[in-house]
């Protein structure tokens, strides 16, 4: 297909540009800016359908606010590129997601319009709230505008910042971009009460504005307001829920009429005193077909073909870690009734959708709710169930103090299958799985496994399954398998037992989780230059197998550690314990490798672990190292 024509996007430099433009011209520019967005995000992949939703909206806001001065803060910012295409990034979009390019997510140093940063859900009032007080301190910052989905509304975050925004009653916007979809169909009573805002009745019929706006709008849209308020409430003169919060509510308004936008925005933006939601009603994917009836809405998509919309995906050679979690958490399920499962919002992307076909009752989506998703989980242990609770690692942090004080001090055996960690590539520093070792590790009675391969993993979903003794995680990367030979069924592992794969004499790698691959290879590389290795799988982060690392400190020159994870992990609790016991001194040179401590902005995953210095090259030139051996520079000097 031809690129079409963009003559009035052409014209726009900045935001500042759209603030002389007539309704006409802004509607013309929204077309342009779908169609840039189209043509963009099929080269490049990534959130299309979020974006395509806001695209009118986006061009009404940088219309009607003095951007930058006023702060658009974008919830999560998957949603974020018809704003960044207006905010002077245009001609670097055929870089989005990539090594050098431009992030997928806002970011404050990619742009003075980026107000703040994003990627987790749900920050964004409470981000607002702050930047009100700051205006109001006396900062030289304008109005703050949070976006917000209504997936993203779900979270408690979002709720303790409404809560205390009403409460403040400063001036600032809070907009809610309800498309009824989040990753999967959003869950829970929320969304029900938000659809019921204006279920049965035409949009357009539906705009109803709190008492004090009602003035500055024009007459039918007054009589509508009236309506709609008696509509949602039942009684005259009642109030929604986030009227009752302390908020002006105006709304539900049609968020693809640029009309209808600019007159709620420009009145909110002229009366506001205190804080004001307004909802605004979009479709996820609107304006590209395949997008609009993709039962997903095209939320992340690879790069695709915009006269069909199919995806260029990439062919596999092996399952990926997500679907051997899914295929043998429903085999384990199907032996054993008290297992069931948690998600929070993303039931494709843990696998659990496998589990959710064959066992729908026993799969439990609770929203963009991470915390009540571990509380939830405790629970469900506590009444005798075997729950597994599948968060990706970096949205697991969301739910630290949950796994401290409601799962790990009662020794509940809630089991966590952290999908995503180690580095995930395109997302980038905000979706880093980077950290959990090093939280979970600490914490007394927990146990906490890495699967080294995908056939691994399976040993420790069973593992787990059976493991009633109290809490523990298992964690595996992003993408696919090794290609490993796939059991039957999973072995129950020895809690806290490693295995040595190869045995040589002088060095000895010991890794966890997926480096052991890699380890492999550098053993291979070494073997070639007369150095006899050792190579062993730890498996268990908690406990460790300290048999396993003293025999290697005993009986090798150097021992090389290597996890796919933070500092304050791994590598860190062997040489605690090696320091403790007294063994850091017999001799043997040790050698920590992880994640080093700065954040990895997005790539491809493998030049990402080239920049976090843990390729196979690396290795081999770190044992050499440790050996004595000047460096082989296997890896390419920087
Ligand atoms: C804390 C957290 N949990 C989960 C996610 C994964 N996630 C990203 S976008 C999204 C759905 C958001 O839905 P909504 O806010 O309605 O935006 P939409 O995609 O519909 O535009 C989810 C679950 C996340 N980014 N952050
Ligand atoms: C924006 C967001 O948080 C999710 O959409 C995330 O990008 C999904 O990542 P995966 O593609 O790894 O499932
Ligand atoms: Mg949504």
């Known amino acids: ?192 009460y938000l659809s019921g805002l204006y279920a049965g009745t035409p949009l357009g019929k539906l705009k109803d504005v709190a008492e004090g706006f009602e003035a500055a709008l024009p007459g039918p849209i007054r009589e509508g307001a009236r309506r709609a308020r008696q509509l949602v409430t039942g009684f005259p003169g009642g109030g929604t829920l986030f009227e009752e919060l302390g908020f002006d509510y105006i709304g539900p308004i049609d968020g693809h009429d640029m009309g209808q936008l600019l007159t709620v925005l420009r009145a909110a933006r002229a009366r506001a005193s205190g804080p004001v939601l307004i909802h605004v009603c979009t479709v996820k994917g609107k304006g590209y077909k395949p997008a609009e009836i993709a039962a997903d809405k095209y939320h992340g998509v690879s790069k695709f073909d915009v006269d069909s919309g199919t995806q260029k995906k990439s062919k596999s050679n092996a399952p990926s870690y997500t679907s051997v979690f899914g295929k043998t958490l429903t085999d384990e399920a199907a032996r054993d009734s008290r297992i069931v499962a948690i998600t929070a919002a993303m039931p494709s992307g843990t696998g659990l959708d496998i589990l959710q076909n064959r066992f729908p009752q026993r799969v439990f989506d609770v929203g963009i709710a991470e915390q009540h998703a571990v509380t939830f989980a405790a629970g469900m242990a506590a009444a005798g169930l075997r729950p597994f609770c599948a968060i990706y690692s970096t949205f697991l942090q969301r739910g630290y103090d949950q796994i401290v004080h409601d799962v790990v001090l009662q020794n509940l055996p809630v089991r966590f299958a952290i999908d995503r960690a180690g580095l995930v590539g395109a997302d980038g520093s905000t979706h880093a799985g980077a950290f959990d070792v090093a939280f979970l590790s600490n914490l007394p009675g927990m146990t906490v496994m890495a ?81 006899s290795v050792t190579v062993a799988d730890a498996r268990f982060a908690k406990p460790m197998d300290t048999d396993l690392i003293a025999q290697l400190v005993d ?27 007294g063994r850091l001194d017999n001799g043997c040179a040790i050698r920590t490798m992880t994640l080093p401590d700065m954040f990895i902005e997005q790539a491809s995953p493998d030049a990402m672990y080239a920049e976090a210095g843990l390729t196979v090259a690396d290795l081999a030139d770190t044992a050499l190292t440790a050996l004595g051996v000047a460096p082989g520079h296997f890896a390419k000097p920087a």
């Open 555 to 581: 009986n090798h020159a150097a021992v090389v550690t290597v996890e796919h994870g933070a500092e304050g992990g791994f590598g860190a609790m062997v040489l605690h314990w090696l320091a403790r016991t």
């Open 1 to 192: 297909m031809t690129k079409p024509l963009t003559p009035t996007l052409d014209r726009v430099a900045g935001p500042a540009d759209l603030r002389g433009m007539s309704q006409g011209e802004l509607v013309q520019l929204a077309r342009d800016v779908r169609h840039e967005v189209i043509s963009n995000v099929s080269q490049t992949g990534g959130h299309l359908g979020s974006s395509l939703g806001v695209v009118e909206l986006t061009v009404a806001l940088h219309a009607v606010f003095n951007t930058p001065f006023d702060k658009l803060i974008w919830d999560v910012s998957h949603q974020s590129y018809p704003h960044k295409i207006l905010t002077g990034r245009r001609d670097r979009m055929h870089t989005l997601r990539q090594g050098g390019g431009l992030a997928g997510f806002c970011k404050r140093t990619e742009s003075e319009y980026d107000a703040f940063g994003a990627g987790h859900s749900s920050t964004s009032i409470s981000a607002a709230v702050g930047f009100a007080i700051g205006r109001d301190m006396g900062q030289p910052t304008g109005d703050a505008i949070a976006v917000i989905g209504d997936g993203s509304i779900s979270a408690g975050m979002a709720y303790e910042a409404l809560n205390h925004a009403g409460h403040l009653g400063k001036r600032m916007f809070v907009i809610l971009n309800d498309n009824e979809m989040s990753i999967a169909p959003p869950v829970g009573a929320m969304s029900k």
């Open 451 to 531: 699967a080294s391969d995908e056939a691994e993993l399976v040993d420790m979903v069973a593992t787990a399954a059976a493991y009633d003794e109290g809490p523990i995680a298992f964690r595996y990367p992003r993408g696919e398998g090794v290609g490993a030979e796939m059991p039957e069924r999973g072995r129950i592992l020895e809690i806290g037992k490693g295995r040595v794969v190869k045995q040589g004499t002088q060095l000895a790698f010991l890794t966890l989780g997926p480096a052991l691959a890699d380890a492999l290879k550098a053993a291979e590389a070494l073997e070639a230059r007369g150095i």
